[in-house]
């Protein structure tokens, strides 16, 4: 994901930021945050009018990363609203952690909307909400590969605020370089890195050079295999159902299996944990009556924590699709619809980052992923929570449960102590995501 923040005369400065990476079959992303800066009177206040931070926010851990968790669903509902792409897969952890980052360097309105939206805590700092997260490379066995990578590429003419450069290198441990920006040497020193730490998955998050002042990567990288993998002597083509331009057929997996189960009103969820635990992929059906949209609106308004905590073991068949999907887009105009505005607007908020006295804002935030599901393995995100509004939670199921993921679907990557979203998407169209036959 990468975030660029640009000068308001459009002399601009760029943060890039790429976070996220997911690999086996691979979930890649990156993210870019553009900063900028502002010579002239400060725009009107595009948050003018929205609600201040809660001042008495719960401290602990798991009621922070509930509250990113539902903000990373309800990121997912405004991206399916727009309808501009039929299958979406971001990553809500890389999203998060990215803020996470401006959070660190900006005060006022744009801090308190963070706070308030995204769940980090003005008091005991945000780097809380994401430690499950950020602990799990170290904690997950050796069979499962997570690893988070972080550099700072200032141009020469940059002057961070030390209190911010120390923050961020105590934070987030990233490699810092000194560059001239606005070259192409710059944008393919760049590309290389991304590239380096995305196993070659993403090789173009930069497609022009960056402007100054600042250009922030990260990069997450997961590697991991079903600790029941799928036969690929039952692979079987099977229709599925879309919700535009009629069926299609799809190669389904199916296999047999005693896994975390849930069943509600509005939907089926299964959990299919990685070989050697620490992480699990969360697949959620809707049912016919609901469809994806109902459910994921009820879902942005509910308990992760509670959802996950619902689940119980019991035996079935899963028919679950082969496939491969990538995403590339803009968050502004879904983060602003959230209520995140402050900081797309210029402001001497972020004095906390730069030592320049002008006004900074943020000029656009970009994601881009790549996952892969097969019989192997998978990295991909869904959301599910299970205090859903109009839906009754049903007894364990007592017989075997069939899911067959013949409809559009969402699909999560989760922290399986925790129940931090690391990634999360729907699958609408498998005509536009197949993935081709071993």
């Given at each position: ?8 005369d ?11 990476l ?6 890649l ?40 968790n ?7 509902v ?13 990553s ?25 939206i ?18 799990l490379?170290?904690?997950?066995p ?7 990578a972080n550099?700072?590429?200032c ?31 710059t ?8 590239a380096?730490?995305?196993e ?36 079987s083509?099977?229709q ?21 189960y ?25 049912a016919k ?18 959802t996950?905590?619902k689940f ?32 797309f ?22 994601q ?5 599901v ?7 995100a ?41 990634f ?15």
């Amino acid at each position: 994901m990468r975030f660029t923040i640009q000068y308001f005369d459009r002399k601009a400065s760029r943060i890039v930021r790429l976070i996220n990476l997911l690999r086996f079959p691979p979930l890649l992303g990156g993210l870019i945050l553009s900063f900028g800066l502002n010579n002239c009177p400060a725009a009107p206040d595009g948050a003018e009018g929205l609600r201040r931070a809660q001042s008495s926010r719960l401290p602990q851990v798991e009621t922070d990363a509930d509250h990113t968790n539902v903000f990373g669903i309800s990121l997912l509902v405004k991206l399916m609203t727009d309808g501009s792409q039929e299958n979406i897969v971001i990553s809500p952890f890389s999203l998060e952690l990215a803020l996470d980052m401006v959070y660190a360097g900006c005060s006022g309105t744009s801090a308190d909307e963070l706070s308030r939206i995204v769940g980090f805590s003005p008091k005991t700092g945000s780097q809380e909400v994401l430690f499950p997260g950020m602990k799990l490379s170290s904690a997950l066995p050796p069979s499962i590969t997570l690893k988070v990578a972080n550099s700072l590429w200032c141009d020469r003419s940059a002057k961070l605020q030390p209190t911010f450069e120390a923050k961020v290198k105590d934070l987030f441990n990233p490699e810092v370089k000194s560059v001239d920006l606005e070259t192409a040497e710059t944008m393919r020193a760049i590309n290389d890195w991304v590239a380096k730490a995305t196993e070659n998955r993403i090789t173009d998050l930069i497609q022009q050079p960056p402007k100054p002042p600042l250009v922030l990567i990260d990069g997450v990288y997961f590697k991991g295999a079903w600790e029941h993998p799928f036969s690929a002597t039952q692979d079987s083509p099977t229709q599925f159902n879309r919700e535009r331009g009629g069926p299609c057929q799809v190669t389904m997996m199916k296999r047999s299996l005693s896994a975390p189960y849930l069943e509600t009103d509005d939907f089926q969820a299964v959990k299919l944990p990685y070989n050697g635990g620490g992480l699990e992929m969360l697949l959620v059906l809707p049912a016919k009556a609901a469809g994806l949209s109902t459910v994921l609106q009820r879902l942005s308004r509910g308990s992760w924590n509670q959802t996950i905590d619902k689940f119980s073991e019991a035996s079935g068949t899963i028919s679950l699709p082969r496939f491969k999907a990538t995403f590339r887009d803009s968050l502004v105009s879904p983060l602003t619809q959230l209520g995140i505005r402050a900081i797309f607007e210029p402001s001497k908020d972020f004095a906390p980052m730069f030592e320049d006295t002008r006004k900074f804002y943020v000029s656009n935030i970009i994601q881009q992923t790549y996952l892969r599901v097969d019989e192997n393995g998978s990295e991909a995100a869904a959301a599910t929570e299970v205090q859903i509004e109009a839906s009754v939670m049903r007894a364990p199921a007592k017989k075997p449960f069939n899911l067959v993921f013949d409809r559009p679907f969402l699909f999560a990557i989760i922290d399986d102590q925790s129940g931090q979203l690391i990634f999360a998407g729907v699958l609408r169209d498998p005509d536009q995501a197949k993935l081709a036959t071993k």
